[in-house]
């Protein structure tokens, strides 16, 4: 018996999947009207028959126990192929189409079937509601339309259903979407258009502190800038063109201040009107610090460039006003002309004392260069300090027997310490306390690739720290500029830290500053020499791995390839990766050889928090070392967890990075023992 194709099979079948309803578990609600149909039409057999493919198959079943049968011994079959009426076979042996059946002449023995198309929105029949019976009969009219109307709900039901799974697959989606959004680096957040925050990430968590609950409701201007902006021209640009972006200064739940790139896209609602505007923040502080760096370099050699060239000129003007007042002054008889003379003489002297500053800081003033042991220059700077500064300011010194020498001219080093030391006693108005120490340092490979005027060798390092009011972002940029003084007028000519970075350069040294409030330190680093060759060097020192992996994740290619280097000359196994996905990714297929990970928490696509957090899901165990080239150690260990106890501030030497690596090997290891 071969079954009879609607016309339109294909779209039918379309339609009788997009229902995702064969082979699912019985459902209550359509077996109620399965039994109902049975009941109302007297009769023993009720089914719900989807017609599929090759199969008809049975939603719900009253009295028959088999769940399918093949299309073409289906009366349903026929029952589709007629949409505007039910079909009745009063009696199967006398119907030509049934009577040689095997459903009509062996089990279960079908003579009466009366089935009602169920038709789809789009007027497709895909399955039947019938009744069946065992003896010929027929359905009175109310029967009939009983089972019309049934049929009509069965439809019902499953545009129900329909709408039900589509509605639970977009919620699902939408939890998705919400889980991609809390795994990016940046800040993501809605905000409608009166600034009233609507969604909070944890990326915006991360970035600026606050949790979602606290954010979510509160102004978007009240909570992220220090001095409310105006965005004018932003909400003018995204409204009219939908997208907008620029860098905003911000401020974060501890009061820091970051620069972030904002990029803003207008959300509509149905009917296309401006709804919300959602905003994602990639945080650039850093970028902007190193440009910053950069460019006052760049700053500070054309300013001294100009500067030299200046100087010259004013040499040249000053030389025959002195030389021709000390003439002027042999020929003169009187006082008064006298007097007059020596004025000129004495200014003429000042200015080419300030000059020579000038020259200082340009290009470092020729000096005569001797072997110098710095610990006597600074135990002598003591003394003088101790007599000349205010009793309210304490002054504090440590410095290592073991100094080693270094190569200057005695008096431009002795104005370096006066210079820094006159700023810290100034910042200090009100008393407080100054500390000179003084340390070697070996810098290696790492550290040079981090700082731009470092170089590898042997360094003394001077720290000038005082605990006054501390300097603004904004001032440690001018700092060193030629005549900048954040001084009253009268009290500084803004010569002092040129002088210093002039002398430290013309010495083939460099100047670190950091300041914040109640604290300020100058570390002043000056080439050593006259170390010894049979001295123990600290390269002799440094801890040698024993094959382990380590796992380096970091951004800058340069940082992560010196590192690669370092820890593979002194025998480590290294996998490195340039941001947080990647490192998952490496950690998750090797998880078991990975000893530590070593993690920049400033990096794109997935930052060091978010990477460290997933790293710890995927083994709370997991050994960890977190760097930056921003933050120190107590600063940034309490918001990475207990976990995480390390922290190596860039740029860090290869010393510094194989202790670091070693002492938490060994942690671990004692810890394992107990």
């Known amino acids: 018996m071969i079954a009879v194709l609607p016309k339109n099979e294909a779209v039918r079948l379309k339609a009788l999947q997009d229902y995702k309803i064969l082979d699912t578990e019985p459902e209550a609600d359509f077996d109620a009207i399965a039994r109902l149909a049975a009941y109302i039409c007297g009769a023993p057999i009720a089914l719900i028959s989807l017609v599929d493919r090759d199969r008809q198959w049975f939603k719900s079943m009253v009295g028959l126990s088999v769940r399918e049968t093949p299309r073409d011994l289906a009366f349903c079959g026929h029952a589709i192929l007629q949409t505007e009426r039910l079909l009745v076979v009063p009696d199967a042996l006398a119907d030509e189409r049934f009577a040689t059946n095997p459903l009509v002449t062996s089990s279960p023995y079908i003579r009466f079937y009366a089935g009602a198309p169920l038709i789809t929105p789009q007027g497709l029949a895909i399955g039947t509601l019938c009744v069946i019976d065992y003896v010929p009969r027929e359905l009175n009219p ?190 003169a008889s009187d006082e008064r002309n006298q007097q007059l003379l020596k004025t000129v003489e004495n200014n003429a002297k000042r200015g080419a004392s300030l000059i020579k500053q000038v020259l200082s800081f340009a290009r470092g003033v020729e000096g005569k260069h001797t072997i110098l042991q710095l610990r006597h220059l600074i135990t002598e700077f003591k003394q003088i300090i101790r007599q000349t500064f205010p009793k309210s300011i304490s002054v504090y010194t440590d410095v290592p027997a073991d100094l080693w020498t270094v190569s200057g001219d005695a008096t431009q080093l002795h104005q370096v310490l006066m210079n820094l030391c006159v700023n810290a006693r100034d910042a200090m108005p009100k008393g407080g306390t100054l500390s000179i120490n003084a340390e070697n340092v070996l810098i290696d490979e790492n550290y040079a690739a981090m700082h731009l005027e470092a170089k590898v060798g042997s360094y003394i390092a001077i720290a000038v720290t005082d605990t006054g009011m501390g300097m603004s972002g904004e001032v440690v940029e001018r700092i060193f500029e030629p005549f900048f003084t954040t001084k009253e007028l009268g009290q500084g000519t803004g010569l002092g830290l040129s002088t210093v970075m002039g002398i430290v350069k013309g010495h083939g040294g460099f100047v670190n500053v950091c300041s914040e409030v109640g604290s300020t330190k100058f570390k002043v680093y000056l080439p050593a020499v006259g170390v010894k060759e049979n001295q123990p060097s600290p390269q002799v020192e440094l801890v040698r791995g024993n094959g382990e992996l380590i796992l380096v994740v970091d951004d800058e290619v340069a940082i992560r390839e010196i590192t690669k280097i370092s820890l593979e000359t002194h025998n480590y196994k290294v996998l490195t990766a340039s941001d947080g996905i990647e490192a998952i990714a490496l950690y998750v297929q090797h998880r078991h050889q990975i000893s530590t990970v070593l993690v920049d928490l400033i990096m794109p696509s997935m930052d060091g928090f978010t990477t460290i957090r997933t790293l710890q899901k995927l083994n709370p165990q997991v050994k960890v070392i977190a760097m930056s080239g921003l933050a120190s150690n107590t600063q940034v260990t309490p918001s990475l967890g207990s976990g995480v106890k390390t922290l190596l501030s860039k740029p860090f030497t290869t010393g510094e990075l194989l202790k670091a690596i070693d002492e938490l090997l060994k942690a671990k290891s004692i810890a394992g023992n107990w």
Request: net charge negative.
């Open 142 to 331: 109310e029967q009939i339309e009983a089972l019309r109307v049934l049929s009509h709900q069965v439809i019902t039901e499953l545009e129900l259903r329909r709408k039900l799974t589509e509605s639970k697959q977009a919620q699902e989606k939408i939890h998705e979407q919400a889980a991609l959004l809390d795994v990016a680096t940046d800040a993501i957040l809605v905000r409608d258009l009166s600034h009233c925050i609507l969604f909070w990430n944890k990326g915006a968590q991360r970035l600026y502190g606050w949790q979602a609950e606290e954010a979510i409701g509160e102004n978007a201007l009240e909570l992220l800038y220090k001095d409310v902006p105006s965005l004018e021209v932003a909400l003018k640009t995204v409204i009219l063109l939908g997208e907008w972006s620029g860098e905003l200064n911000k401020v974060t739940k501890s009061g820091k201040e970051i620069i972030v790139e904002s990029r803003w896209t207008l959300m509509q609602d149905e009917k296309g009107q401006p709804k919300s505007i959602l905003c994602v923040d990639t945080d650039i502080t850093q970028k902007k610090q190193l440009a910053a760096q950069f460019l006052r370099a760049q700053r500070l050699e054309s300013i001294g460039t100009l500067a030299s060239g200046i100087a010259h000129d004013l040499n040249n003007v000053l030389a025959p006003i002195l030389i021709s007042a000390q003439l002027l002054q042999q020929k």
